[in-house]
């Protein structure tokens, strides 16, 4: 089962910087991440969501390829090829996969005017390593609601605060 982690930051930069950061961990195989959004309450009051994939660019291309496939059996590929990519970018501007927006929204909502969150769905995590690696953010970072157990969620709010500490020892030193 997934895990829900919402983590809150000052600056939306620093939430894309984690998010890009922890992208790069998926190929050392220290995290499996199904989903990465940043959600940003701007100052005029207005919630963003900055979705990890664009599933209309992603269904068009897709549904382009689909769509000249068919076409070629049918001799038209360029029609079919219209055809699949605007299918495919439709079903992709309404597939909520991942976290759903409307959550999403919500947490935007309860956030202070200019800062954000970094909502995760991770599949599976090596905690101590993935805090480790993302230690100096941890000073400007607090854990805002996750789905673990009690026990999961001490060890990892435990994590935070000992990672906050070396970095800030070392900021220190």
């Not at 992208?23 to 009051?45: C, F, R, S």
Request: net charge negative.
């Amino acid at each position: 089962m997934s895990q829900l982690i919402v983590l809150g930051f000052d600056a939306p930069s620093e939430a894309e910087e984690v998010r890009r950061e922890l992208v790069d961990l998926q190929q050392d195989h220290l995290i499996a991440l199904e989903d990465a959004v940043v959600v940003v309450h701007h100052n005029d009051g207005k919630v963003e969501l900055r979705q990890a994939y664009n599933l209309t660019a992603a269904g068009a291309v897709s549904g382009g390829f689909w769509g000249t496939l068919v076409g070629l059996l049918f001799l038209n590929p360029l029609l079919g090829a219209a055809v699949g990519a605007g299918v495919g970018a439709t079903s992709g501007a309404l597939t909520d996969l991942g976290i759903n927006d409307g959550f999403l929204k919500e947490v935007g909502e309860t956030l202070k005017s200019g800062t954000a969150a970094l909502c995760l769905l991770v599949k599976e995590a090596t905690e101590d390593r993935v805090v480790e690696k993302l230690r100096r953010h941890a000073p400007h970072t607090r854990l805002l609601q996750t789905n673990l157990s009690h026990t999961d969620e001490d060890q990892l709010k435990e994590l935070l605060e000992k990672a906050s500490q070396q970095a800030e020892a070392l900021r220190l030193s």
